[in-house]
């Protein structure tokens, strides 16, 4: 599923290649094809809130930035049209999240993915994110 090559060159690692968000806060793109896309990010020290977990917006942007990839792999420019978290389990510093987005449906200029945020075999996040294609 993985390999150590890199996702294939696309419209997805072309959008990628050019996030300063998501590559300064450390996200990789590990792959991206199909109406899929796995992004990987390491928690830093500076993503800990006052609790001593991860900040929840730093979560919802590294399934966020999956999203993106996985809807953007076709070739036509897809922003999100809204999204929504359900946070399962706290993540601390040094934990390195895996978000794996997947295609559900297409309509049109709208479709539907999902993502799972994971930390290794145990899920600590879900999203869902709804996209539309600009036309």
């Known amino acids: ?9 696309g419209p997805a690692t072309n959008m990628f290649s050019a996030d300063r968000a998501s590559k300064g806060l450390g996200m990789e793109l590990l792959e991206a094809a ?4 796995v992004v990987q990010m390491r928690i830093a020290q500076t993503m800990i809130n006052g609790h001593g977990i991860a900040h929840g917006g730093f979560v919802f942007t590294l399934a966020d930035t999956a999203f ?20 399962l389990r706290p993540v601390r510093e040094g934990d390195v ?5 997947t295609e559900r449906v297409i309509a049109g ?7 799972t945020v994971s930390r290794g075999e145990e899920i600590v ?8 294609t600009v036309e």
């Open 125 to 132: 996040a879900e999203f869902r994110g709804r996209s539309r």
């Open 97 to 101: 999240l895996v978000a794996t987005a």
């Open 1 to 9: 599923m993985l390999t150590s090559s890199g996702p294939q060159p």
């Open 68 to 87: 993106a990839c996985a809807c953007n792999t076709y070739g036509p420019v897809t922003v999100a049209a809204g999204a929504d978290i359900t946070f």
């Open 109 to 115: 200029r709208s479709g539907i993915y999902d993502v």
């Open 34 to 37: 199909d109406g899929r896309a």
